[in-house]
Every structure is written in C-alpha cells, then in structure tokens.
C-alpha cells in the first residue's frame, strides 16, 4: 500500500476526522538527507477532528506521532503537521 494511503487509514483509525488532506511532499526534498529515490519519505498532514478540541498544539501533534509511531520509525523522514480542531 503507498504510504500516502497508509498515512490516511491510520489517522483515520485513531483520530476519526472530519477533514484529512495528506500530501506527498518527497519531490520537494529530492536530493536531501532522508529522502529515498522512490519517494514516500516526506509528507504533509492537514487534520482536523473532535478529538483535538481543548488540546494544545503539542498534544495534537503528539497524537499523530502516536498514530503513526511505526511509519516513522521506518519510512517517513519528515512530518508536516496541521492539526485543528474543528471551527479552528
């Protein structure tokens, strides 16, 4: 399964959200350190869901760490995170 897709089942299992937008963003860093020649390395995550309301910013982003914990721990390099609430 592409990581993109493997990104959006996660958050979608732990998080239930309204909104998600995941955006493959490893053309962008083609040549750095971390990025694979296939891609699938760096990645940017728009969020929204209940389940951040009243939390803070490192909360919100500890918990999509938390979801994807063995992602990257083995093929993502980089994580853009844009968790809200929703009417944030």
Request: charged share 25%; glycine share 6%; aromatic share 2%.
């Amino acid at each position: 399964m592409p990581m993109k897709e493997t990104i959006e089942t996660r958050l979608t299992e732990a998080l239930s959200p309204t909104h998600l937008e995941v955006r493959d963003d490893s053309h962008l860093h083609a040549g750095h350190a971390g990025a694979r020649p296939g891609g699938e390395s760096h990645f940017t995550v728009e969020i929204v869901s209940d389940r951040f309301a009243g939390r803070s910013r490192i909360d919100r982003h500890r918990m999509v760490n938390d979801a994807l914990s063995a992602e990257l721990a083995s093929q993502i390099h980089a994580l853009v995170i844009r968790a809200r609430a929703p009417g944030e």
